[in-house]
């Protein structure tokens, strides 16, 4: 397997841009979690999903950022506008159970000027 | 939520020394799992570990669920273990909650 692919891996763009981030979780794994890392917060959870429905939005950090999972296959990450503060690496992971081994992708590195 | 801290917060070694790395957790956990950071920012899977003792090469990881602690080690230390490692727990809040991690520096 490919394991959990993100795409891109950076992307540079300016305050009030739109950014999507895109996310393909290992097959045949039913849950699919949207994490940012920072250095002042370090790893975060921001959403996760099970067969292809949010379970646990909680961690979304505003309204300007939604996610969503239209098939097992593909997710993505939306920024709308983006701000210089959502500045940080957006990991996605994938599970084939709750509790079970996540299993993350490389990361899409956002920068935002 | 469930506090999940790691010790020490960083660590320098030279090349063939043995290392032992501690994660304690504030409540029970239903997952626990150790990863690498390696410098390209790579978070890779060591070792998924909720309870007991598991060995991988030179890298070994003892969960003892009941003290609420995770200890990693690493023998032979090499350059290539450098970086960051995570422990990471799965609790009651049902969520992945990392702890701040371990910087390791092996020097050649």
């Known amino acids: ?113 | 939520g469930i506090q999940v801290e790691q010790s020490p917060p960083d660590l320098i070694l030279q090349e063939g020394a043995n290392s032992t790395l501690r994660c304690n957790f504030s409540d029970s956990v239903n997952n626990l799992q150790w990863f690498h950071q390696n410098p390209w920012g790579q978070l890779i899977n060591l070792f998924y570990i909720p309870s007991g003792t598991k060995q991988n090469g030179r890298l070994s990881a003892t969960t003892v669920a009941t003290e609420r602690y995770s200890l990693l080690y690493i023998s032979s230390s090499q350059t290539t273990d450098s970086g960051v490692y995570f422990c990471a727990v799965w609790g009651s809040n049902y969520k992945l909650t990392f702890g701040k991690g371990t910087l390791l520096t092996v020097n050649p």
């Open chain 1, 1 to 113: 397997d490919a394991g959990v692919i993100q795409s891109p891996r950076h992307e540079v763009t300016e305050m009030g841009q739109e950014v999507t981030l895109r996310c393909k979780p290992i097959s045949g794994h039913d849950y699919l979690f949207w994490y940012r890392q920072t250095m002042m917060r370090g790893l975060e959870l921001l959403i996760y999903f099970n067969n292809n429905v949010p379970i646990d939005d909680s961690g979304m950090p505003e309204d300007r950022f939604s996610a969503k999972m239209p098939n097992a296959s593909f997710s993505t990450l939306k920024i709308q506008p983006s701000e210089p503060r959502d500045s940080a690496v957006y990991f996605c992971a994938s599970s084939s159970r709750l509790a079970g081994e996540q299993f993350f992708g490389p990361g899409t590195r956002l920068t935002v000027l």
